[in-house]
């Protein structure tokens, strides 16, 4: 019985034991059996109860049934990517009480956790990922929601691509029916270079969204494949392409997919070696995002290591560049690119020394520390050349090892 339901909730949070609850009304038995649905009771005894715990059970039946599709409502506009709309129902359901309710409080911490995700709220991710730790007797939709968020929480905040891809793909299609996580296992796999998985994912991702009519995931999805085609892709078609969802994005007035469109379309320019239109698309990225962006970073790196490729720009405002990504970078305790900003400023002023010494005791082991791939390769090589230059054979031994793994054979050779 939901009446019952409800009134042990507001019994218990307003603290009020089971005898004082029912005197003069009914007995302290009487009180437990309704708690537990086990009696059928009038409804001057409801509205006598309810009276006293200072609630009026009519909305308070209404707030139940509002939580519920309120619930549904604010994980659609995550899952959609809708933050404003994501934001208005998180307020909504605040003010509520009933929301801690035994029915609804799972369903609340996983749905609360994938919002905090959603803004790289860390602290609140983290302490919700604590208390879910200590959660038994899981249905299996709450179990499959929570590899779900244990993947993502690897992707994006750890970096983890491995640890991740090992949660997503332990979540069962059949009991999980938000297939969105497809999604999350084409960038996991994108992360680390496994292009034809990527793109197998990124595909079922898009034919989700498509069914779930968000346009702005769809663009994302469509980007990803893009991403992964642009090995074997003329470069005339990938520039049609993002021109073509670029376009898309700002006919619909998508700012963070606008923003991570140009962004890598930059990058797409930048390793065709067009350093003038990558540097201009990658101020677009950045002119979309805010400081505190977690993407913002990236593309200011990009806009500068675009700048010094084309040569134009004077050594004075690279460096001021270079100083604001520095700040940023600080401020977020982001290491990665403290990094990357320290090497472009040691290379503007020219420090090759100390550019070479910092990328071989700070630099480098970091990302290999954190296993990133393409950086790993790409100072590898340069320490390789580095010390090949100086006659400095055994360090040059120690790079060219490291890169002579990527290619070793399991051949059955004579």
Same mark, same amino acid.
């Given at each position: !019985?939901?009446?019952?339901?409800?009134?042990?909730?507001?019994?218990?949070?307003?603290? %009020?034991?089971?005898?004082?609850?029912?005197?003069?009304?009914?007995?302290? #038995?009487?009180?437990?059996?309704?708690?537990?649905?086990? &009696?059928?009771?009038?409804?001057?005894?409801?509205?006598?109860?309810?009276?006293?715990?200072?609630?009026? !059970?009519?909305?308070?039946?209404?707030?139940?049934?509002?939580? /519920?599709?309120?619930?549904?409502?604010?994980?659609?506009?995550?899952?959609?990517?809708?933050?404003?709309?994501?934001? #208005?129902?998180?307020?909504?359901?605040?003010?509520?009480?009933?929301?801690?309710?035994? /029915?609804?409080?799972? #369903?609340? *911490?996983?749905?609360? &956790?994938?919002?905090?995700?959603?803004?790289?709220? *860390?602290?609140? %991710?983290?302490?919700?990922?604590?208390?879910?730790? &200590?959660?038994?007797?899981?249905?299996?939709?709450?179990?499959?929601?929570?590899?779900?968020?244990?993947?993502?929480?690897?992707?994006?905040?750890?970096?983890?691509?491995?640890?991740?891809?090992? @949660?997503?793909?332990?979540?069962?299609?059949?009991?999980?029916?938000?297939?969105? =996580?497809?999604? /999350?296992?084409?960038?996991?796999?994108?992360?680390?270079?496994?292009?034809?998985?990527? =793109?197998?994912?990124?595909?079922?991702?898009?034919?989700?969204?498509?069914?779930?009519?968000?346009?702005?995931? !769809?663009?994302?999805?469509?980007?990803? $494949?893009?991403?992964?085609?642009?090995?074997?892709?003329?470069?005339?078609?990938?520039?049609?392409?993002?021109?073509?969802?670029?376009? $898309?994005?700002? /006919?619909?007035?998508?700012?963070?997919?606008?923003?991570?469109?140009?962004?890598? @379309?930059?990058?797409?320019?930048?390793?065709?070696?067009?350093?003038?239109?990558?540097?201009?698309?990658?101020?677009?990225?950045?002119?979309?995002?805010?400081?505190?962006?977690?993407?913002?970073? +990236?593309?200011?790196?990009?806009?500068?290591?675009?700048?010094?490729?084309?040569?134009? &720009?004077?050594?004075?405002?690279?460096?001021?560049?270079?100083?604001?990504?520095?700040? *940023?970078?600080?401020?977020?305790?982001? !290491?990665? @690119?403290?990094?990357?900003? *320290?090497?472009?400023?040691?290379?503007?002023?020219?420090?090759?020394?100390?550019?070479?010494?910092?990328?071989? #005791?700070?630099? =480098?082991?970091?990302?290999?520390?954190?296993?990133?791939?393409?950086?790993?390769?790409?100072?590898?090589?340069?320490?390789?050349?580095?010390?090949?230059?100086?006659?400095? $054979?055994?360090?040059?031994?120690?790079?060219?090892? +490291?890169? $002579?793994?990527? @290619?070793?054979?399991?051949?059955?050779?004579?």
């Amino acid at each position: !019985m939901l009446e019952g339901k409800i009134i042990k909730f507001y019994r218990e949070y307003k603290q %009020v034991k089971q005898k004082d609850l029912g005197e003069g009304i009914c007995s302290t #038995t009487h009180i437990s059996k309704i708690e537990r649905g086990l &009696t059928e009771v009038s409804k001057e005894t409801i509205q006598l109860l309810c009276k006293r715990l200072e609630i009026t !059970m009519e909305n308070e039946i209404k707030n139940y049934y509002k939580i /519920d599709s309120l619930l549904q409502e604010w994980h659609d506009a995550i899952i959609k990517k809708i933050p404003s709309k994501a934001d #208005t129902i998180k307020k909504q359901l605040d003010g509520i009480h009933l929301l801690q309710i035994q /029915d609804f409080q799972r #369903t609340y *911490t996983l749905i609360l &956790t994938r919002y905090f995700l959603s803004n790289l709220e *860390t602290y609140h %991710v983290e302490r919700l990922l604590a208390e879910m730790a &200590t959660w038994s007797h899981l249905s299996p939709y709450e179990s499959n929601m929570l590899l779900h968020i244990k993947g993502i929480y690897y992707l994006k905040v750890k970096s983890d691509f491995f640890h991740a891809i090992s @949660f997503l793909k332990e979540i069962n299609l059949s009991e999980y029916s938000n297939r969105e =996580y497809f999604y /999350d296992l084409a960038v996991a796999y994108h992360s680390i270079h496994s292009n034809v998985l990527a =793109y197998f994912y990124a595909n079922k991702a898009l034919h989700f969204f498509m069914e779930i009519r968000s346009f702005s995931r !769809m663009i994302e999805a469509e980007m990803l $494949m893009l991403l992964q085609l642009e090995q074997s892709s003329d470069t005339s078609m990938e520039s049609s392409e993002y021109q073509r969802l670029i376009e $898309m994005a700002e /006919d619909y007035g998508l700012g963070s997919q606008c923003a991570l469109l140009h962004h890598n @379309f930059a990058y797409s320019l930048l390793r065709n070696g067009d350093f003038e239109s990558s540097s201009e698309y990658y101020k677009k990225a950045v002119d979309f995002r805010e400081s505190h962006d977690p993407y913002y970073l +990236g593309s200011l790196e990009g806009y500068i290591n675009a700048l010094s490729k084309h040569g134009h &720009t004077s050594k004075e405002k690279l460096l001021e560049l270079v100083h604001t990504g520095l700040e *940023t970078a600080k401020k977020a305790n982001n !290491m990665t @690119f403290l990094h990357f900003f *320290t090497l472009h400023q040691l290379k503007i002023n020219g420090r090759q020394k100390q550019y070479f010494e910092y990328l071989e #005791t700070e630099a =480098y082991p970091y990302f290999k520390q954190m296993g990133y791939v393409l950086p790993m390769e790409h100072y590898g090589l340069m320490l390789f050349d580095y010390h090949m230059d100086k006659g400095n $054979m055994e360090q040059a031994n120690a790079y060219a090892k +490291g890169l $002579m793994e990527k @290619f070793r054979k399991n051949n059955q050779f004579v």
